[in-house]
């Protein structure tokens, strides 16, 4: 068959079409089901962020989730190639201010919308859709930590109830029987994956927990700001929200349900002059006789079974580049040279499975389908 004879080629490899658009040019269909089974029709609301481009670039390789709705009210008219190019292979609907979408053919979205902004929103949605908030609007059980930290009052209290925070390792089975899934920030999941086992099988102890985080620039979002750029940010390192970064008081909730009583972190994370990527260095303390081969072995046993969550071998160092574009978590532990403590690294792409890819593993639970549909991309290297 010739380059500009063919109707329509199918790849084994994922579920694309390719077929020949109007004036000869050919595109690509974004999550056509590889079988006759009915597409379930997804919204992105905010599509013009950065983790709203990464959830399309995942969903362009999902064989069951189709997109209905594109929203981005600062560019509403616009096609999503001319926010962003490198998704113009893909048909696409246009971009339309939220207030404009009808979301009766749709099924589920995903809400990436700014903090401060999604509870008024999801409130207003219909009661039909499934719901992954990538927002850390409904992340804090307790509304008034949430007043705390963010600053304004809660909007939708009573909606809070409802949520389930979608860690999806630790939280499989109540994700699974949810509506509205309060996806993590990406430090508390690098943070969390490897600390959660070892707090519940009473390794480590709760106190004098310390960690030292490292992010890639994309972790603050795609809005314009003088310290993001690139002569503010090159060539160099600093620190950023020192005691008081907003996702200190998830992370302390989590661990705080791992070990039923009150957990507090001494966190610090770090700003870096990458575009994605995140390294959470953890050090702790263990409990009376235990040793770094106990907390090795506990890791082992609770992610053996894991797609994303891996252990890497003895003595190897976990390394962002592992990791780019993909939704893997990879863990590593360490004796420290002080006697009784232990350090535990843990990396992610902050992007992926530290938002938009653990998204979409979210949305394949509550849909019932596989967690890894349209996740199995390999990292990117070098």
């Known amino acids: 068959m010739s380059a500009t004879s063919f109707t329509s080629v199918s790849f084994n ?179 969390q994956i490897p600390l959660v086992p070892l707090i519940k099988a009473k390794l480590i102890e709760i106190k004098n927990i ?20 690139y002569t503010e940010v090159a060539e160099g390192i600093n620190s950023y929200g020192v005691t008081r970064h907003r996702h200190v008081p998830e992370t302390e909730q989590g661990l705080s349900d791992a070990a039923s009583s009150k957990v507090t972190i001494s966190f610090t994370p770090h700003l870096m002059p990458m575009i994605r990527g995140m390294q959470s260095t953890i050090y702790v303390e263990m409990a009376p006789g235990v040793t770094t081969e106990d907390l090795y072995q506990q890791l082992r046993r609770s992610y053996e079974n894991e797609e994303f969550a891996i252990l890497l071998g003895n003595g190897v160092v976990p390394r962002t580049h592992s990791v780019r574009g993909t939704n893997y978590c990879l863990i590593n532990v360490f004796p420290d040279r002080i006697p009784g403590r232990a350090i535990i690294i843990s990396v992610i792409d902050n992007l992926v499975k530290g938002a938009s890819g653990q998204a979409l593993q979210n949305l394949n639970l509550m849909m019932g389908f596989p967690e890894n549909l349209g996740l199995n991309y390999q990292s990117l290297f070098p």
């Open 13 to 191: 490899t994922s579920s694309w079409a390719l077929k020949r658009r109007e004036g000869g040019k050919p595109y690509v269909r974004c999550g056509r089901p590889a079988s006759s089974e009915k597409t379930v029709r997804v919204g992105v609301l905010g599509a013009s962020g950065y983790t709203g481009s990464e959830v399309l670039r995942l969903l362009a390789n999902h064989p069951r989730f189709g997109v209905a709705l594109l929203t981005a009210d600062r560019k509403a008219g616009q096609p999503i190639a001319s926010v962003f190019p490198h998704l113009a292979t893909q048909k696409l609907p246009d971009l339309i201010a939220i207030k404009d979408a009808n979301f009766s053919d749709v099924d589920a979205v995903f809400c990436c919308l700014p903090h401060g902004t999604t509870q008024e929103i999801i409130k207003g949605l219909p009661k039909h859709l499934k719901i992954v908030d990538l927002s850390a609007d409904f992340r804090l059980r307790d509304i008034s930590e949430y007043e705390e930290w963010y600053g304004q009052p809660h909007r939708a209290p009573e909606l809070q109830k409802e949520a389930i925070y979608g860690l999806t390792e630790v939280l499989r089975e109540e994700i699974q029987n949810a509506r509205l899934v309060a996806n993590p920030g990406c430090y508390p999941t690098s943070i």
């Open 210 to 229: 310390i960690i030292d985080a490292k992010s890639g620039v994309s972790g603050a979002g795609r809005s314009a700001k003088e310290n993001l750029l």
